[in-house]
Each structure stands twice: as structure tokens, then as C-alpha cells.
Antibody, heavy 122, light 112 residues
Framework: EVQLVESGGGLVQPGGSLRLSCAASGFTFTNYWMNWVRQAPGKGLESVAH????????YYVDSVKDRFSISRDDATNSLYLQMNSLRAEDTAIYYCARGPSYGIRPDYLDPWGQGTLVTVSS | DIVLTQSPLSLPVTPGEPASISCRSSQSLLDTNGYHYLDWYLQKPGQSPQLLIYLVSKRASGVPDRFSGSGSGTDFTLKISRVEAEDVGIYYCMQSRQIPLTFGGGTKVEMK
């Protein structure tokens, strides 16, 4: 069974840092695009970052560029999101989602993890 | 960035009746390879989103055949042939023609 389990969320002060992790199992992790998508409380979905197989290509939404960094460890089937200079507007549930095993971009997201809540507040 | 506009925002439905959701894109989602990069997701209450449809009309694994997708260019539609109680939730369209991937604002489907 394909599983994605996020961890690392919590309460952090504005300007602080947090590192999210996503543990993947049930599939050959190294073969797939991996992604982070967030959902602010009561709001819709926003893609945050994407990383291609092997980690050679990384993409970010403009609002997190230069503050967030996506990475992957294929040896441990893990995806990460390092979040620095956090702002109140970064408060959201952060989902890890698998992309396809092919292509020049992640053209679908399936499955999604259960999410981890990040709250940025003083 | 590509903007996706969904309608309606809210859709009261009757079990057994059909339902339809529209997604309109600010730019064509047609790639040079001939595919349109438009997906549909359902977020059931208290759950993570799940993929229903990808590349406009391909059902994801395990998705019932009462769900179907259609459209081209900038206009797309998700149809449910006969709504069931388990179909309630928020439906999102998503484009992957360009990065950043962007989502529509969502359509909340609830039982009358």
C-alpha cells in the first residue's frame, strides 16, 4: 500500500524556521516526482514546491521562493521542506503528494498524505 | 500564473440525480503533445484531497465510473451521473500545464 506520512509541523514564531518531513512507503520512491501542497485554514489548495526524480529540478511558488527549500533522500525514501523566515500567511496544513513517474512536470498528484499543521504566530 | 475559475461555488444535490461542475482556465491547457493538463480532486470532509480525474478525462484507480471529465482548451467539466451520499465534499480542478501548478477555488457539493 502506498503511504505518505508527514511530520514536523507545529507552532513557530514569525521569522522562525521549521523542517517538514514526509516518509514514503509502498512504492519505488526514487522513480517519482514529489510535491508539497498547502491549505490555509478554511481555504483552498496551493502548490508550494516540487522536486523531480533525482533532485535535479526543483520548483517553488513565488511566495515561498528564497525562504523554502525542497529536498529528497532517496536512500531513506524521505521528502523534506525546510521553511525559513516564516510568516503568519504560511500558516496551513502542509500535504506531501506523489507525482507521476514520468514527464517534465508533475501532471497529477496521487496519493496525498494526511498533512501536518504549521502555525506561525507569536 | 494560470488562473482557474470554478462554478458554482456551492452545489446542493439530490441523491441519484446528476451533477456538473465547471472549471475555466485563463489560458489554454493544451500542450504541444496534444494533451490537456487538467485534473479533478475531491476533498471529503476531514480528509486529504484525492485524485479523481487526470488529463481531463482519465479516471484514477478505484474511481467509480459515475465520475467523468470532459473539455478542451480553456473550458472543462466534471460530471457525476448519479450522485451518492459519499460524493459530498469540495471538488477542485488543478492545471499542470505550467508550473506553478494552480487550483480552482473549489466547489462545495452537499446533499439537499
Amino acid at each position: 500500500e502506498v503511504q505518505l506520512v508527514e511530520s514536523g509541523g507545529g507552532l513557530v514564531q514569525p521569522g522562525g524556521s521549521l523542517r517538514l518531513s514526509c516518509a514514503a512507503s509502498g512504492f519505488t520512491f526514487t522513480n517519482y516526482w514529489m510535491n508539497w501542497v498547502r491549505q490555509a485554514p478554511g481555504k483552498g489548495l496551493e502548490s508550494v514546491a516540487h522536486i523531480k526524480q533525482g533532485g535535479s529540478e526543483k520548483y517553488y511558488v513565488d511566495s515561498v521562493k528564497d525562504r523554502f527549500s525542497i529536498s529528497r533522500d532517496d536512500a531513506t525514501n524521505s521528502l523534506y521542506l525546510q521553511m525559513n523566515s516564516l510568516r503568519a500567511e504560511d500558516t496551513a496544513i502542509y500535504y506531501c503528494a506523489r507525482g507521476p513517474s514520468y514527464g517534465i512536470r508533475p501532471d497529477y498528484l496521487d496519493p496525498w498524505g494526511q498533512g501536518t499543521l504549521v502555525t506561525v504566530s507569536s | 500564473d494560470i488562473v482557474l475559475t470554478q462554478s458554482p461555488l456551492s452545489l446542493p444535490v439530490t441523491p441519484g440525480e446528476p451533477a456538473s461542475i465547471s472549471c475555466r482556465s485563463s489560458q489554454s491547457l493544451l500542450d504541444t503533445n496534444g494533451y490537456h493538463y487538467l485534473d479533478w480532486y475531491l476533498q471529503k470532509p476531514g480528509q486529504s484531497p484525492q485524485l479523481l480525474i487526470y488529463l481531463v478525462s482519465k479516471r484514477a484507480s478505484g474511481v467509480p465510473d459515475r465520475f467523468s471529465g470532459s473539455g478542451s482548451g480553456t473550458d472543462f467539466t466534471l460530471k457525476i451521473s448519479r450522485v451518492e451520499a459519499e460524493d459530498v465534499g469540495i471538488y477542485y480542478c488543478m492545471q499542470s500545464r505550467q508550473i506553478p501548478l494552480t487550483f480552482g477555488g473549489g466547489t462545495k457539493v452537499e446533499m439537499k
